[in-house]
C-alpha cells in the first residue's frame, strides 16, 4: 500500500522547525499566520512589565534602573516559563489577536495619560528632549525586536547556544592548549607594547566596544562566506542514507525514504533569502557563543598576566601618567582594555580557524554544520511530504 502522508506529520514537522529555531523552513511562511500568533505572548508580557516599570518612573526616581532590572527578569522568567509548557505552535481567536494587538498600540497613549493622572506630570522612556515621542519610539523598538526575534526564532537559536556552552567550553579548554601557542606567538608581544597601553588607555569603552564589534562581524561575514558552501555541498548530497539519518527522532522518522525516492533522488528546492538568513543565524549565534567562551579564557589570562609582570610602575613608565584605576576592579583600566581587545581577537582567530583548519573544523566547526546539514535534509522530505498531503487533498 502507498504511503500517504498526513497533515499532522506536517504540522509536527513544521513544529519541529519552530524547536529547533528554524521556523522559515515552514512552506509558506508568513506574517499573518505564523509569526503574528508567536509573538502575542511575548507582546502581553511587555505590554504589561511596561505598565509596572514606566508608570512608575518618576516615582522610582534613581531607582528606575533597579526596577527595570527586576521586571526584566520576572518577565524572562515568566517567557521562560511558557516557553517550557507550551510545546507548539500557539493558536488564537481572531477576537484574541485584535484585542492585544489594539491593546498594545494603545500603549503609547495609555502610558503617559496613566502617568499624568498619578503623578502630575509625564516622563518619557527617552527623557526631556524625546517627550511624548519616547513612548511611540519604544513600543514601535519593542514590536520591531519581537518581530525579528520571533520570524527567525532567536530565542531558541540563543536557548540552544547556551545549552551548549559547557560543551564548547570543554573544547575550548582543548583548544587553548593547541591554539594558545601559536597566539600568544603573535599578540605577546603587542601586549607589552607602551604605545599600545598608552592607545588603550585613552581609549574610551564605547569606541573598544566599536572595534570588538568589528571582530564579531568579521566572523560572522566569515561565517556566511563558509555556509554558502555547505549548503550547495548538502543540496548534492542528499541521498537516502543521509535523509534517512537526518529524519530519525523527527515527526518524519515513519516517513519511507525509499519509496519517497523510488522516483529518484528528492531535489532540494533552492532557499529564499529569509531562509538563509536562518541558516547563517543559527551558524552565527553557535559560533559567536564559542567566541565568547573563548574570549573569556583569554582575557582571564591576559589579566592574570597582567597582574604579574606588569607593575604600577613599569604601567606609568608606559602610559606616561599614573594608571586609572578600574572602578569595578583593583586593577589600571588601560590592563582591562588590552585584555578585552586581545580576547576579542583571539576569539576572531578561534572561530575563523575552526572554519579553515582541517583539525580544528571536525572538532570545533562539524558539530553545527551537522545540525545544519541535518535541517535541509529534513526539509527536503518534509516538502516532498507535503505536496503529497496537498495532492491527496485536492484529489480526496
Known amino acids: 500500500m502507498p504511503f500517504t502522508a498526513s497533515p499532522a506529520m506536517v504540522r509536527q514537522t513544521e513544529r519541529w522547525f519552530v524547536r529547533n529555531g528554524t521556523p522559515t523552513m515552514i512552506e509558506g511562511y508568513g506574517f499573518v499566520k505564523h509569526v503574528l500568533p508567536r509573538m502575542l505572548p511575548a507582546l502581553a508580557f511587555v505590554t504589561l512589565a511596561s505598565l509596572v516599570w514606566l508608570v512608575q518612573l518618576k516615582t522610582a526616581g534613581a531607582a528606575r534602573w533597579a526596577l527595570l532590572a527586576v521586571v526584566a527578569a520576572v518577565t524572562l522568567a515568566a517567557w521562560v516559563t511558557v516557553s517550557l509548557f507550551v510545546r507548539r505552535l500557539p493558536r488564537f481567536s481572531p477576537t484574541a489577536i485584535i484585542s492585544i494587538l489594539a491593546a498594545y498600540a494603545a500603549m503609547p497613549v495609555a502610558v503617559p495619560l496613566m502617568q499624568l493622572a498619578l503623578d502630575g506630570d509625564v516622563t518619557s522612556p527617552g527623557g526631556p528632549a524625546v517627550g511624548v515621542l519616547g513612548f511611540v519610539i519604544f513600543f514601535a523598538a519593542v514590536f520591531v525586536s519581537t518581530l525579528l526575534g520571533t520570524t527567525y526564532g532567536l530565542g531558541t537559536l540563543l536557548h540552544r547556544a547556551i545549552k551548549h556552552a559547557v560543551y564548547d567550553l570543554r573544547n575550548s579548554v582543548h583548544l587553548m592548549g593547541r591554539a594558545l601557542p601559536t597566539m600568544l606567538f603573535v599578540t605577546l608581544f603587542l601586549f607589552f607594547t607602551g ?104 582575557f582571564a589570562f591576559f589579566i592574570i598576566l597582567g597582574l604579574l609582570v606588569v607593575t604600577p610602575e613599569t604601567a606609568e613608565q608606559w602610559i606616561g601618567a599614573p594608571p586609572v584605576p578600574s572602578k569595578l576592579f583593583d586593577v589600571p583600566v588601560a590592563l582591562l582594555r588590552n585584555a578585552t581587545l586581545f580576547a576579542a581577537f583571539g576569539s576572531m582567530y578561534f572561530a575563523i580557524t575552526s572554519m579553515s583548519d582541517a583539525d580544528h573544523r571536525r572538532q570545533f566547526f562539524a558539530p553545527i554544520i551537522d545540525e545544519i546539514e541535518r535541517t535541509l535534509a529534513v526539509r527536503t522530505v518534509y516538502l516532498t511530504v507535503r505536496s503529497q498531503t496537498t495532492t491527496a487533498v485536492k484529489t480526496g
Open 195 to 298: 604605545e599600545l597601553w598608552q592607545a588603550m588607555n585613552r581609549l574610551t569603552w564605547w569606541r573598544l566596544s566599536l572595534v570588538v564589534a568589528l571582530f564579531a562581524a568579521i566572523t560572522v561575514l566569515a561565517a556566511a562566506a563558509r555556509l554558502r558552501d555547505e549548503i550547495g555541498r548538502v543540496e548534492q548530497e542528499l541521498s537516502p542514507p543521509l535523509l534517512l539519518a537526518a529524519c530519525k527522532r523527527t515527526p518524519l522518522a515513519k516517513a519511507p525514504i525509499d519509496e519517497l525516492t523510488a522516483a529518484g533522488p528528492l531535489r532540494a528546492i533552492p532557499l529564499n533569502g529569509r531562509q538563509t538568513g536562518n541558516l547563517l543565524l543559527v551558524l552565527a549565534t553557535r559560533q559567536l557563543m564559542q567566541a565568547v567562551v573563548v574570549g573569556l579564557a583569554l
